[in-house]
């Protein structure tokens, strides 16, 4: 933003009043920096602040996350129907591929002896 101003004065002595408006001029713009500085400062604390608030709720909804994991076991064999479901379904839109319905089965098996501790999602 910028501002004009008008400014009278009158005198005899033109050095002085030279000099007089040239110290006014470096104290207005000096002013008007400090205030912008105070601007910028204001904003990265409010900035701070706010990033404080979301690290705490993300903490605390990572702890939540982790609480639920510990106390919710997730049972692999739950999932077999719907999982041999997918890898059929798979095998099957990918005829010609290395990927047939003997491969899916194999694999299958596989993540059934997975134990538990090992998912990423216990």
Request: charged share 25%; aromatic share 8%; glycine share 2%.
């Amino acid at each position: 933003m910028s501002s004009i101003a008008t400014i009278t004065i009158k005198g005899d002595n033109v050095e002085m009043l030279k000099d007089f408006l040239e110290e006014l001029s470096k104290a207005y713009l000096n002013r008007e920096l400090q205030k912008k500085n105070r601007t910028a400062i204001n904003t990265i604390n409010f900035i701070d602040n706010q990033l404080d608030v979301i690290k705490d709720s993300l903490m605390y909804s990572e702890q939540e996350m982790i609480n639920f994991r510990k106390n919710t076991p997730i049972d692999v064999l739950a999932y077999k129907d719907d999982l041999e479901s997918n890898i059929t379904v798979y095998g099957n839109n990918n005829e010609g591929k290395t990927n047939t319905k003997e491969n899916s089965s194999s694999i299958y098996k596989q993540i059934l002896n997975l134990e538990t501790d090992n998912l990423p999602f216990t």
